[in-house]
T-cell receptor
Framework: GAGVSQTPSNKVTEKGKYVELRCDPI?????LYWYRQSLGQGPEFLIY????????DSGLPNDRFFAVRPEGSVSTLKIQRTERGDSAVYLCASSWGTATGELFFGEGSRLTVL | GENVEQHPSTLSVQEGDSAVIKCTYS??????FPWYKQELGKGPQLIID?????GEKKDQRIAVTLNKTAKHFSLHITETQPEDSAVYFCAASSGAGSYQLTFGKGTKLSVIP
């Protein structure tokens, strides 16, 4: 695939459950980002990876949220003890490097917490 | 941190007319200002961007202007077409990390045939 791939596209879970969202970036892109988009809002920055390490996780709302990118390609966003307020579309993006430039977004994973 | 305000929230224009969307930002250190288009059920897609050392940039029917003194920038779409209908987001880099974009709340543009 040529674009950023995110799975699942939709996830419905119950309050208190654990959730994993997966992102497969464009091949060769070293930078990977997670953003969260609530209904009627613009995307909000969560975390940025350069290679395998989280270069900036200042956007993660609390310690229930965690993300990994163990081999510098695929990333997983993990949410523990989900709350109804976590319901949103989680967007992943990738880019060639750290300089400002185009972010290539996936179609997102829509999370609904009942 | 950076704060980006975007207006209007909705905009309807007749096909062939021009559309203008305006944004203001708060952090004078911000130096990168992209515009993204988001269609229903899709991720945002970059349509044009501008850096702080440039006042205006044009790409076919789309142009962006930047006024650093006033801390505002605008998107201009001329000769609008129905396929321009989408939600448009402006964004600004935080300055501290150019990868960390702060987005406006979006403008839903409807082009009426």
């Amino acid at each position: 695939g040529a674009g950023v791939s995110q799975t699942p596209s939709n996830k419905v879970t119950e309050k208190g459950k654990y959730v994993e969202l997966r992102c497969d970036p464009i091949s060769g892109h070293t930078a990977l980002y997670w953003y969260r988009q609530s209904l009627g809002q613009g995307p909000e920055f969560l975390i940025y990876f350069q290679g395998t390490g989280a270069a900036d996780d200042s956007g993660l709302p609390n310690d229930r949220f965690f993300a990994v990118r163990p081999e510098g390609s695929v990333s997983t966003l993990k949410i523990q003890r989900t709350e109804r307020g976590d319901s949103a579309v989680y967007l992943c993006a990738s880019s060639w490097g750290t300089a400002t430039g185009e972010l290539f977004f996936g179609e997102g994973s829509r999370l609904t917490v009942l | 941190g950076e704060n980006v305000e975007q207006h209007p929230s909705t905009l309807s224009v007749q096909e062939g007319d021009s559309a203008v969307i305006k944004c203001t930002y708060s952090d004078s250190a911000s130096n990168y200002f992209p515009w993204y288009k988001q269609e229903l059920g899709k991720g945002p897609q970059l349509i044009i961007d501008i850096r702080s050392n440039v006042g205006e940039k044009k790409d076919q029917r789309i142009a962006v202007t930047l006024n650093k003194t006033a801390k505002h920038f605008s998107l201009h779409i001329t000769e609008t077409q129905p396929e321009d209908s989408a939600v448009y987001f402006c964004a600004a880099s935080s300055g501290a990390g150019s990868y960390q974009l702060t987005f406006g709340k979006g403008t839903k543009l409807s082009v009426i045939p």
